[in-house]
Every structure is written in structure tokens, then in C-alpha cells.
């Protein structure tokens, strides 16, 4: 079976690396031809994790090439795409896609919809504000990375919805369950995210007063909290699972806003493949993905996420029976090997 894919970036874009490129060697293994079609180039995604201004000219020439892809659609069994077809535009070529023979499926891990229904400018609210609900009911399935997303595309009259998390490697990930000589928290992300830090500033410089720690930083902007060691680093797809195994718990600060609530909370996914506990925000997927006690904690407040740093720092022994849980929970659940049968079942099964 031949299949069209249809990703936002290259394997340089963590969602289409995570949620696409991975399962890819899967399918091909199964059987299918595979024809992959980035929308936008490394160039754009290296700007975009470095702030810097978007070249709209690249992005005309990335969606005028997109465009001449769709005109060979009927050349395959299915469409997968990578939330949408053309950002900032109207919902036009899915619902032709969507009316003719070819079915398509489109994933999503992050609430893209609230690009459009919470944006500040009131035109693309009016304009725009329905159509991920468009690209979700005209599609033949929706896979959605959590029940929040899912939630949505069945609100949207979507035909079919299934959730597959986001997932790692599990050959990749090396648990590591040695404490460090000093007692360091990390966090991984990219410049986007880290502002997420400035949440818990407070409880980091708290437990700095009676506990001495470092904080390491992977792929994050600038973040200062006073008398706090903090050692910044630069993230790399080679280097990623090696930063991590050096924590002794990993972190994942959000606020409880719509955005947020639809991310697939992957950072914990990471940390814990690594046998680490976990510290989090009781936001979204968060929710099921740690079981506060068991295998790290939910911190509500301020005071909680230092009870939570006091409790990992103070009780090595429990830390690392929350490690090794958690190892086992990414085996049983969270990764490739178990998930990437079902990706393909769920492609093979809109084929008409």
C-alpha cells in the first residue's frame, strides 16, 4: 500500500520526529512505499527554535511545493498528515481531499485549534476559528496524543478518534538509576518552552536555602533564579538521552491554560524511560501519566513543588523505586515497540 506523508517539518521538528519519522522503518518493514513531504525546511524550524524572523518567502516556496504534491493525491492509498495541510489558511484543500476517493488521516499532539480560536486578532478568530473542527470531521480518523485533542475532534463530528501517546524508543533509552554527587534537578526543552521555568522560580530558590543543588537546562532560552546553580546545554538529538540520564529527578512546570492542557507531556516520557522520578504540573495528560506518590509527584502550588524537591532530595531509596516504576511503565505503555503495531493497524484499517 502506498502512503502519502504529510508532515509540518523534517526529523529536525521534535512533533513530526516523534509522531511520523520513528514509525516510518515500521511500516516500510510492513510492507508499504512510502513518500514523505516535509512542508517547511530545517532552515525554517532552526529559526524558529532560535527566535529568529520567519522568511516568508521560503515559507510561499514551501507551500506552493506542498501544493504541487497534493496534485498527485490519487496516487496513493492513504493521506497522513501532520495537523493540518497550510497553516493560516482556510480548510479548502481538506474538505477536497476529504469529499474524493482518497482517505486521510490527521494527528495531532498539540491543540493547534487554539492558534486560531484564542488568537488575539479578531479576524483570524472569525475566519479561522472552526477549521481544525473542518480538517478534523472531514478526515477518515483522527489520532489525537491525548483525551484532550480527542475530546475535541468528537465535538467536531470527526467519523473516527483513537489516542496514541507520544512515544520513545525504548532501545534508545538507557535507564540510569545512580544518584549524583550534588543533587540535580533538569529540565529539557527548547527556547519556546522555557518560560514555563519561570513557574516554579520561587519553589527552586526556596529549596536552594536548605538543600544545595544544581539545576540543568537542556535546549532552554535565558532563566536566572537567585543563588540557584543552574548549567545550560545545548540540546542535540545525540546528546539528549545522555543529558537526561545525568538528572536525579526531571521537571515539567505548566500553567492550567487551554494550550497546555493539550500537550502529550513528553519530557516526562523521557525522564522517566530513564528510570528518573518526575515532579509536574497537575495539567492535562500530566494527570495519567504520574501517579502522585507513586511514581513522582503532581505539585499544585508552590509549597507542594518543594515538598516535592525536599522529598526526592531526602529519601534516595524511594527515588529510586519511583525510577524503576517508571521504567516499567514506559516498557508497558510509552513506547515504539508497543505502539508502532497499532499505528499501522489504524493506517491499514481507513484503506479503502
Not at 512533533?15 to 519519522?21: A, E, I, V
Amino acid at each position: 500500500m502506498k502512503i502519502l506523508v504529510l508532515t509540518r517539518y523534517s526529523r529536525l521538528g521534535a512533533s513530526s520526529r516523534l509522531r511520523f519519522y520513528q514509525y516510518l522503518p515500521y511500516l516500510n518493514e510492513l510492507g508499504w512505499t512510502i513518500t514523505i513531504e516535509p512542508l517547511l525546511d530545517d532552515k525554517y524550524v532552526a529559526d524558529l527554535y532560535n527566535n529568529r524572523p520567519k522568511d516568508y518567502k521560503r515559507i510561499i516556496i514551501s507551500y506552493w511545493h506542498r501544493l504541487i504534491v497534493l496534485t498527485e493525491y490519487s496516487r496513493y492509498d492513504v493521506l497522513w498528515i501532520e495537523k493540518e495541510l497550510f497553516p493560516m489558511l482556510p480548510a479548502w484543500f481538506e474538505e477536497l481531499i476529504g469529499a474524493l476517493r482518497t482517505p486521510y488521516v490527521v494527528d495531532f499532539d498539540d491543540a493547534i485549534f487554539h492558534n486560531y480560536d484564542l488568537h488575539s486578532r479578531g479576524l483570524v478568530r472569525l475566519c479561522l476559528g472552526n477549521k481544525i473542527d473542518k480538517v478534523m470531521k472531514k478526515s477518515a480518523l483522527v489520532i489525537a496524543g491525548n483525551e484532550y485533542l480527542a475530546n475535541r475532534a468528537r465535538q467536531a463530528g470527526t467519523k473516527r478518534v483513537e489516542i496514541v501517546p507520544t512515544v520513545i524508543d525504548i532501545n534508545k533509552y538507557e535507564p540510569m538509576y545512580e544518584r549524583n554527587d550534588v543533587f540535580t534537578v533538569g529540565w529539557i526543552g527548547s527556547p519556546a518552552t522555557s518560560k514555563y521555568l519561570d513557574l516554579i522560580k520561587s519553589p527552586l530558590e526556596k529549596f536552594n536555602k536548605c538543600n544545595h543543588y544544581k539545576l540543568v537546562l537542556v535546549g532552554a532560552g535565558s532563566f536566572h533564579a537567585n543563588n540557584v546553580t543552574i548549567e545550560n546545554r545545548l540540546w542535540s538529538e545525540d546528546t539528549e538521552v545522555r543529558d537526561i540520564q545525568s538528572f536525579d529527578v526531571g521537571i515539567m512546570p505548566l500553567p492550567d491554560d487551554p494550550w497546555e492542557r493539550g500537550k502529550c507531556g513528553y519530557k516526562l516520557i523521557q525522564y522517566m524511560a530513564c528510570g528518573k522520578p518526575v515532579i509536574a504540573s497537575p495539567v492535562g495528560v500530566n494527570n495519567d501519566i504520574v501517579e502522585s506518590g507513586i511514581n513522582g509527584y503532581l505539585a499544585h502550588d508552590e509549597d507542594e513543588w518543594v515538598e516535592a524537591f525536599r522529598a526526592i532530595h531526602d529519601y534516595p531509596n524511594m527515588a529510586l523505586k519511583m525510577g524503576k516504576q517508571n521504567r516499567e511503565k514506559i516498557e508497558k505503555s510509552y513506547c515504539i515497540q508497543v505502539v508502532a503495531n497499532e499505528i499501522e493497524a489504524l493506517l491499514r484499517s481507513i484503506v479503502k
